[in-house]
């Protein structure tokens, strides 16, 4: 569900008292007008945090108080605002409302987007058949997410985790298991994996088994002259 103003209306009022008397002259009526012509086009602008408040923290915005929702400080969990303190933050204004003093700022969403073009820039250079190493994330009835290097994920269906048919991928692998996966797809941004590739197939008769050997003091022939040998006519 979309935040609104509503969901940071009591952390927004103990803020008030950090700055502002809410009376607006010419530069903070100018002030208003930038930022909210800054949420219509999604600028990115940078402030610097200037003060700790319940649920997140405040900023100067060309003399507007602004607030920044713990929520929206990043993609992790913050326990502990005070770390940024004095931090200059890359942000958007998420929304603002002259009539009630409430200037909301937000960092989150820059951060998941370049969090998302970092992700397909290393997906961009994922190859069919390229083999890594990684370790299972989250199980599903439809199969098993898992975890490669440099934050990448891809998905192992039931039908590519073993020869064999299995009911659950369950059955097989465990959250937490180290396991090598090799590459079978990559489209619309996702990796499809594959466990069952690099397992030799129980089904199929290895090399040894389907060749036939002829001892090398035993000659076969297969001309006339051969077939008659030895046969008393």
């Not at 086009?41 to 945090?49: C, D, G, L, P």
């Not at 319940?54 to 920044?68: C, L, S």
């Not at 069952?196 to 036939?212: D, F, I, R, T």
Request: charged content about 35%; some cysteine; hydrophobic content about 35%.
């Amino acid at each position: 569900m979309e935040e609104t103003m509503k969901d940071y209306e009591e952390m927004l009022e103990e803020s008030y008292s950090l700055m502002g008397d809410g009376v607006h002259d010419t530069d903070s009526l100018l002030a208003w007008r930038k930022a909210q012509e800054l949420k219509d086009s999604k600028e990115i602008i940078t402030v610097t945090v200037t003060g700790i408040v319940k649920g997140g923290v405040v900023a100067d915005f060309d003399g507007i108080r602004a607030f920044i929702p713990v929520s929206k400080l990043s993609l992790e969990r913050i326990d502990d605002c005070n770390p940024f303190l004095g931090k200059e933050l890359e942000v958007r204004v998420f929304e603002a409302n002259m009539d009630e003093d409430k200037l909301i700022l937000s960092a989150k969403e820059i951060l998941k987007e370049r969090q998302e073009q970092s992700r397909m820039k290393k997906l961009s250079d994922v190859k069919v058949g390229q083999v890594f190493h990684g370790t299972v994330a989250t199980i599903k009835d439809y199969g098993a997410f898992i975890d490669l290097e440099d934050g990448m994920s891809g998905l192992v269906h039931i039908s590519q985790i073993s020869h064999e048919r299995i009911k659950h991928p369950g059955v097989v692998l465990k959250e937490g298991q180290e396991v090598d996966v090799k590459v079978i797809d990559v489209k619309d941004g996702k990796i499809s994996l594959s466990i069952k590739a690099l397992l030799e197939n129980p089904e199929e008769p290895s090399v040894e088994e389907g060749e036939v050997n002829i001892p090398e003091s035993e000659n076969i022939g297969t001309s006339l002259g051969d077939l008659l040998k030895g046969v008393k006519l």
